[in-house]
């Protein structure tokens, strides 16, 4: 149910423990950068590494294409994760545009070889680090990445008793 500030504040509550809760975790942070940053921007992280072995501009723009295909490809899947979910409905709005956004500036930056490639490149790492954001906040609430404590069985009284029942086709 929506407060006397039309949802604005409900929002802004559920986005802030959204994006911190989760740092509380290990898991979820060893996750979140092991398979989404590493693995998730691998061809990223290899067109980093061929561009430093060789620099020049023409490097760069295949630097640039990577990360253009990341953002947007993160932030949709992101996106029909919240819409699809069981989110607030402000923030499944807010993810809707966001992403919508966001895709838009990544077949700008695709589409535009006119755009220098230091710009792009910033426009690209402040694009990723958004839909990484969203990534981060729409699986805030996932219990498996959480360190909590497994339940724990119960567990009887003193060991120092005879076992009940049959025993006799056991040796010890």
């Known amino acids: 149910m929506a ?3 039309g949802g604005w ?17 290990a898991t979820f942070v060893f996750f979140f950068f092991g398979s989404v940053v590493l693995i998730g921007g691998l061809g990223i992280w290899v067109e980093l590494i061929n561009a430093a072995k060789a620099p020049s501009p023409s490097d760069l723009l295949h630097v640039r294409t990577a990360m ?11 996106c029909f994760q919240i819409v699809l979910g069981k989110y607030l409905k402000a923030l499944r709005a807010v993810a809707f545009v966001g992403s919508t956004l966001i895709a838009a500036v990544g077949f700008w930056l695709i589409f535009d070889r006119n755009l220098s490639s230091p710009l792009s490149l910033s426009i690209g790492t402040l694009a990723s680090l958004v839909s990484l954001w969203f990534w981060w906040i729409a699986n805030a609430d996932n219990p498996d990445f959480f ?24 040796e010890a």
């Open 3 to 5: 407060t006397a500030e």
């Open 9 to 25: 504040g409900e929002l802004r509550r559920d986005v802030w423990r959204r994006t911190t809760r989760p740092a509380a975790h």
């Open 68 to 78: 253009a295909t990341f953002f947007p490809a993160l932030i949709g899947s992101t």
């Open 147 to 170: 360190d909590e404590p497994l339940d724990q069985a119960a567990v009887g009284g003193s060991t120092d008793r005879p076992l009940g029942g049959d025993l006799g086709g056991f």
